[in-house]
């Protein structure tokens, strides 16, 4: 999980907990996206070395999310407009430091609430609920499928007052 305060991340070994940690960091307030980038790859050597091999990545993040590549995510809400090329690849570029052809799916982590739910349930028609950096609802259908919808709750505006408060983004 890229969070906006720390990093966890986990190394599953044949669908056990073979590591887990959490790092803490400030990726919200720094304006260069090679910061975030050596957190991300930090935390993915860590895991990685605590495995035998590395089959596949996932990360949870808050952020809308095209394929991999965050369009609106809190954790670069400092990084100019003018670096997000080097933001919208941040996580392949990364997964691909660990192996060029390990696969890699980067998820909104209101997403990842739902599928958890609905893993730890066994049942879908499940809503997830990711309340840390933003705040994002995913959806889990009757089939138990991630239906990936925007979902970044955080960034649509509910209040419509002239005086009300406006979104950083």
């Not at 986990?10 to 959490?22: H, K, L, P, Q, T």
């Not at 993915?44 to 394929?67: E, N, Q, Y």
């Not at 080097?86 to 997403?111: C, F, M, S």
Request: glycine share 10%.
């Amino acid at each position: 999980d890229a969070g906006g305060s720390d990093r966890k991340v986990s190394a599953v070994i044949d669908g056990e907990c073979g590591y887990s940690e959490e790092v803490v960091w400030h990726p919200k307030t720094n304006p260069d996206p090679n910061y975030q980038y050596e957190g991300i790859l930090d935390s993915f050597r860590t895991a990685a070395s605590k495995m035998p091999r590395v089959d596949a990545i996932g990360v949870s993040s808050a952020g809308t999310f095209v394929g991999n590549a965050p369009m609106v995510a809190s954790l670069f809400i400092k990084v100019p407009r003018s670096n997000w090329d080097k933001v919208k690849t941040i996580y392949d570029r990364a997964a691909a430091e660990i192996d060029p052809n390990v696969p890699i799916l980067v998820a909104n982590d209101g997403d990842v609430s739902a599928l958890a739910g609905a893993m730890g349930l066994g049942k879908g028609n499940l809503m997830g609920l990711a309340m840390g950096t933003s705040e994002a609802v995913g959806y889990v259908d009757a089939d138990q499928n991630v239906l990936g919808w925007i979902n970044e709750l955080a960034f649509a505006p509910v209040d419509l007052q002239e005086g009300a408060m406006q979104d950083e983004w």
